[in-house]
C-alpha cells in the first residue's frame, strides 16, 4: 500500500524521508534534461505500467508522465515535512505520489504526473511536478471488504466500506485538527483519517454503523510489511452515519468497575497460518525467531520443549500486531531436526539504527562503553561509528538455579557481536525507533577482537579502584553484602514475574487445577523446595503432597473466601529440625489470597455463563441458548445434507393453574413438567423453556419425521398421570406440534414458526372436540 508514507509507516521515517527527498532531488535533475515527455524514450505513460515493473525496476528511478484522477491529497503541510500524500486513479488501477503541499489540486481533478519511480511496498511515485489538466467527478468508489483491504488487493484505490465505529477522536496532524476512527468491520479493525478544520461532535458517531469513503492506504513495520489498514477520508462529508447506535455513551448504565469484563464479547475468525525458516533464536515459554533468506518473523509461543538453533522449523499460529511489529501468535514450533544455518548479515551502526533489519540474524562490530548484571539479563552497551546499541543476553529462566557467570568483556575492547536485531519505540513510533538491541543466543555470540590499551582511561580506573579497596578492607565486607542483596532481589524479580503470569492466566483461559499447581510450585521456589500442595474444600487434592508427613512439620494456610467457610488450604512440608521463620508464613499468605482469587473467578464466569444459558425456574435452556444451539444445527446439517426436528409444547390451562393454586404452585407445576419432559428426550435432544408456558425440544440425529413425532408423541403423554403438588392435585396437558428441517424451513425464523403453527392448529383441534 501506497499510504502512509512520513505519517503512518512504523519506523525509520526520518532516514527514510532524507532518502526519498535525494531520489526526489535526482529525479528533478534528470527530468530537466528531457524536452517533452511525450517524446522522452522509456517513459512510462500509463498506471498500468507502472505497476508492471518489478522491484528491482522501480528501484532505477524509471522517469514516468500519466494522467489520473486525484483521488486525496492532503493539501496544507500538516506533517511539516516536503513529502506530501497524493493518491491518482486511473479506472481501476491507482498510485500512491509524494508531492508538494498547498498546491491548486482537489479531489477529481484530472492531472498529470512527471517524476520517478521509487520502489517502497508497491511501486511509488516521485513527483517533479502535478499539473491539473480539468477539474471533473472523482471515480466511484469500489465497495470493498475486510480481506480484500488486508491483502492489499485495491491498494491506493477509492473505496467504500461498511463498518462500526468503535473510537472516534480529535487528534492533531501537525498543524490541522483532524480525527482518527477506528472501525471495526465484517472481518476485523481498520482505522480512518480525516484532515479537517472543521469543529464537530463525534459523540454520536461511537458504535454507530457507518459508511465511509476514502483510499485504501496502508500502515507498515520498518520492514515495510503492512502491519495494517488505514482509509485516507478526504473529509467528514464522506462518514455517513447509516444506523445510529442503540443508546449514546452517556445513556448507558454505569458498570461496576470489577464488573466490565462481563461485556467483553470476542468473535475471532483470525485464520492459522504456517511459516517455515531458521530457527536463529529461542527463548524457551516466551518467542522464536524464524528466518528465511532476507524475512523474518517474531514467534510467540508456550512451547518450552528443545529447539536447536539453526534447525529449519515449521510455526503455525495467528498473525497479529505486536506494537508496530507484524509477529505470530499462539503458536506451535515443529523443529525439522535439519540443519539449514543463517549466516548473520554484517551491518554497520546506521544500518542497525535504520530499522530494517528488524528481527534479522545480524553481525555488528563496536567498542564497549560500559557492562551491566541484572536480575533478568546481562547487558553490553556498545558503540558503532556515532550510534550507540546494546547487546543483550536474558537468562534462562531455571526455578532455583544460580546464574551463570557473566562473560568478562572489558571496558574499551572492540566486540564483534551476533544476535537478532530487536527495536524500542518511544511515545510516537512515527519517528522511527528509539533504541536498537542485539539480543545474543548465548555468550559466544560476542567476541572480543582488540582488547583496551593498558593506559586507557577504563584501565587507569580499575587501577585507582584497586588501590582504593586495597586501603579499605572494609570495602569487602559491604561487597559481600551487596551480593547477598542481588541474589535476594533476583529471587524476587523472578518471583513477580512468576506471581504476573499466574494473575494473567486467572484472567485467562487456563485450567484450574493448572493454575493452582503453579501457586504451590511458587511457594515451594520460595521456601527453597520444600513441597507444598493445596486441598480444595470438597475438592481435588494439587501440588506435591509426600505420601507421608510424619517426617515433615508442617504449616497450613486457609484459603480465604469472600463469604462463608474457607474455599480450602495450602500446606508446606518442612524440616523438623528447623527453627519456625516469618518467610514460612509470608510464602502462604500469598498463595492464599491468589488461590481464593483463581477459585472464586473460575466459580463467578462458570455461574455467569449457566445463568446466560439456561431458564433458572426449570433449569432448563432458554431461548438464547435455543437460538445458538439451532443455528449450530442448521449450519451441520446443511454441511452434511442431514435433517432434525424442532417440537413446541404450550401448556394447555397454565394460566388457570396460577390463578386457582398461585404463582408458588405454578412455578412447582413448571418444574416437574420439564422434569417429566427431559425424560422422553435423548441424552443428545435439547429442551428449552421460551416462554411463560411454552418450551422448544431440538432434535438431531433422526432419520425422518416419523422418529420426530414419535419423541412428540412421548412428551404428550408425559402429561397423562396427574401431576401431585401437595396438598393439590392438577391434571395437565398440552399442545404439542413438530417441524422438520429443511422441509417445513430452510431458515430459523420459518422452522420455529412451523412448529408453533403446528402446535396451534393441535391445540385449536382439541378445543373444537371439547
Not at 527514510?16 to 535533475?29: D, N, P
Not at 472516534?168 to 482518527?180: I, L, Q
Not at 499468605?589 to 472464586?600: C, F, G, K, T
Request: proline share 5%; glycine share 8%.
Amino acid at each position: 500500500m501506497g499510504a502512509v508514507k512520513g505519517r503512518r509507516c512504523g519506523t525509520g521515517l526520518s532516514e527514510m524521508g532524507s532518502m526519498k527527498r535525494a531520489v526526489k532531488a535526482l529525479a528533478i535533475v534528470l527530468a530537466c534534461a528531457a524536452a517533452a515527455w511525450g517524446a522522452e524514450p522509456g517513459v512510462l505513460t500509463t498506471v498500468h505500467a507502472v505497476h508492471a515493473l518489478s522491484r528491482a525496476q522501480a528501484a532505477k528511478g524509471l522517469p514516468v508522465a500519466f494522467e489520473g484522477a486525484v483521488t486525496y491529497y492532503a493539501k496544507p503541510d500538516v506533517f511539516g515535512a516536503s513529502d506530501i500524500d497524493l493518491f491518482v486513479q486511473d479506472g481501476n488501477e491507482a498510485i500512491y505520489v509524494q508531492t508538494l503541499p498547498n498546491q491548486d489540486l482537489s479531489i477529481g481533478d484530472w492531472v498529470l504526473v512527471r517524476g520517478k519511480t521509487l520502489d517502497s511496498f508497491r511501486t511509488d511515485i516521485v513527483a517533479d511536478s502535478v499539473v491539473r489538466l480539468h477539474r471533473g467527478e472523482p471515480p466511484k468508489p469500489v465497495a470493498a471488504g475486510y480481506e480484500q483491504l488486508v491483502r492489499a488487493e485495491l491498494d491506493c484505490m477509492r473505496v467504500t466500506v461498511r463498518a462500526t465505529v468503535r473510537s472516534a477522536d480529535k487528534v492533531n496532524f501537525g498543524n490541522m485538527p483532524g480525527v482518527d476512527l477506528k472501525l471495526l468491520m465484517d472481518g476485523g479493525y481498520i482505522d480512518a483519517t480525516v484532515v479537517t478544520g472543521a469543529v464537530f461532535n463525534l459523540k454520536e458517531m461511537l458504535d454507530a454503523e457507518v459508511e465511509v469513503t476514502g483510499v485504501a492506504a496502508g500502515i507498515f513495520d520498518a520492514k515495510n510489511q503492512l502491519t495494517g489498514v488505514v482509509l485516507e477520508v478526504p473529509s467528514l462529508a464522506d462518514v455517513k452515519i447509516v444506523k445510529l447506535a442503540q443508546a449514546a455513551p452517556d445513556a448507558l448504565p454505569v458498570s461496576p468497575m470489577d464488573e466490565v469484563l462481563a461485556a467483553n464479547l470476542v468473535e475471532d475468525r483470525t485464520r492459522r497460518v504456517r511459516v517455515q525458516g531458521t530457527i536463529t533464536y529461542y527463548q524457551p515459554g516466551s518467542a522464536v525467531v524464524l528466518q528465511n533468506g532476507a524475512k523474518s518473523l517474531w514467534v510467540m509461543t508456550q512451547f518450552e520443549g528443545p529447539l536447536r538453533v539453526g534447525d529449519w522449523a515449521d510455526a503455525t499460529g495467528f498473525p497479529a500486531v505486536n506494537g508496530t511489529s507484524l509477529t505470530l501468535a499462539r503458536a506451535e514450533i515443529e523443529d525439522s531436526q535439519h540443519l539449514s544455518p543463517i549466516a548473520p548479515r554484517q551491518v554497520s551502526g546506521e544500518q542497525l539504527a535504520f530499522g530494517a533489519e528488524a528481527f534479522n540474524l545480524v553481525s555488528i562490530e563496536g567498542k564497549v562503553l560500559t557492562t551491566a548484571r541484572e536480575a533478568a539479563q546481562d547487558e553490553y552497551v556498545l558503540q558503532a561509528g556515532d550510534k550507540v546499541f546494546s547487546a543483550i543476553y536474558r537468562h534462562p529462566q531455571i526455578p532455583g538455579a544460580d546464574l551463570p557467570p557473566m562473560k568478562a568483556v572489558s571496558v574499551g575492547s572492540r566486540v564483534r557481536v551476533t544476535g537478532i536485531c530487536m527495536l524500542q519505540y518511544g511515545s510516537d513510533p512515527f519517528h522511527g525507533p528509539e533504541a536498537v538491541d542485539v539480543l545474543m543466543r548465548n555468550f559466544d555470540d560476542i567476541a572480543v577482537i582488540a582488547r583496551p590499551t593498558l593506559f586507557s582511561v577504563p584501565n587507569l580506573g580499575m587501577a585507582a579502584t584497586l588501590l582504593f579497596i586495597l586501603v579499605l578492607v572494609a570495602g569487602a565486607r559491604s561487597w559481600i553484602l551487596e551480593r547477598k542483596i542481588r541474589q535476594q532481589t533476583a529471587a524476587l524479580a523472578y518471583i513477580e514475574r512468576r506471581r504476573g503470569r499466574i494473575l494473567e492466566d486467572i484472567s485467562g483461559s487456563k485450567p484450574l487445577a493448572e493454575i493452582l499447581e503453579q501457586i504451590t510450585e511458587l511457594v515451594s521456589f520460595k521456601l527453597k523446595g520444600a513441597p507444598c500442595w493445596c486441598q480444595i474444600a470438597e475438592g481435588a487434592q494439587l501440588g506435591n503432597c509426600p505420601p507421608s508427613l510424619e517426617s515433615f512439620r508442617v504449616i497450613q494456610e486457609d484459603i480465604p473466601a469472600r463469604t462463608g467457610p474457607a474455599l480450602g488450604q495450602v500446606f508446606a512440608g518442612l524440616d523438623p529440625l528447623t527453627p519456625p521463620r516469618p518467610i514460612e508464613r509470608e510464602a502462604l499468605a500469598m498463595a492464599a489470597p491468589l488461590s481464593a482469587l483463581a477459585i472464586e473467578t473460575r466459580r463467578i464466569y462458570s455461574d455467569l455463563r449457566h445463568r446466560s444459558e439456561f431458564d433458572l425456574l426449570t433449569d432448563t435452556h432458554n431461548r438464547f441458548s435455543l437460538d445458538k444451539h439451532l443455528d449450530s444445527m442448521m449450519d451441520e446439517a446443511r454441511r452434511n445434507a442431514g435433517i432434525f426436528g424442532v417440537i413446541y409444547v404450550d401448556l394447555d390451562g397454565f394460566k388457570q393453574v396460577n390463578d386457582m393454586y398461585g404463582h408458588l404452585v405454578g412455578d412447582l407445576y413448571l418444574q416437574e413438567v420439564s422434569v417429566r419432559m427431559k425424560r422422553q428426550l435423548r441424552s443428545h435432544d435439547l429442551l428449552a423453556r421460551v416462554g411463560g408456558d411454552e418450551f422448544a425440544a431440538l432434535v438431531p440425529m433422526v432419520r425422518n419425521r416419523a422418529e420426530v413425532q414419535e419423541i412428540a408423541h412421548r412428551m404428550e403423554r408425559s402429561f397423562d398421570e396427574p401431576f401431585v403438588i401437595a396438598p393439590y392435585t392438577i391434571q395437565g396437558s398440552a399442545s404439542v406440534g413438530i417441524a422438520l428441517y429443511p422441509e417445513d424451513g430452510a431458515n430459523k425464523d420459518s422452522l420455529l414458526s412451523s412448529a408453533d403453527s403446528a402446535m396451534y392448529a393441535v391445540k385449536n383441534s382439541a378445543r373444537r372436540l371439547a
